[in-house]
């Protein structure tokens, strides 16, 4: 953790001093493929935190995911190369060769459950809160006609 904190500390003196290289360049993501340009510092640095390899915040923030979701404790190298398997699974997968027929299927398998559902009765009336009618007090005072 000192390190850690000695390293970002240096690094803030060399922003500060007009040191750090300004340089952009492309760098690819070993789990997605993204391209990306950043700065050689930055790519350094992420390379440092994943072992030599470079990848992408996204992918970033999964590996992050990957370490905290498991109940045992797995390495950062474990939870990326979990990640990766899982991109290149993602990858090879083709998409369905008609689009549309599968979308009409997946529809009808919805209304099909829908229909299969057991359905409430939509036409009951349920009683009101109150249990009489608000013009049930006026019932007893006589109109005007009848007073005449």
């Not at 992420?46 to 992918?59: H, K, Q, S, T």
């Amino acid at each position: 953790m000192a390190a850690k904190v000695l390293k970002e500390a240096k690094s803030l003196t060399a922003v500060e001093a007009g040191e750090v290289d300004t340089a952009v360049s492309s760098v690819k993501c070993c789990c997605c493929g993204l391209m990306e340009e950043c700065t050689h510092a930055y790519i350094a640095r992420v390379r440092e935190r994943y072992g030599g390899r470079w990848i992408c915040g996204l992918c970033a923030e999964a590996v992050k995911e990957e370490r905290e979701r498991e109940k045992i404790v797995i390495t950062t190298d474990e939870a990326l190369k979990r990640h990766t398997r899982f991109c290149q699974q993602f990858k090879s997968s083709t998409p369905p060769d008609n689009t549309n027929e599968d979308f009409i299927l997946a529809v009808k398998q919805i209304l099909f459950r829908t229909l299969d559902s057991p359905r409430k009765d939509r036409f009951t009336c349920r009683p009101l809160g109150r249990s009489h009618s608000c013009f049930s007090t006026m019932q007893g005072t006589p109109t005007q006609a009848e007073t005449e």
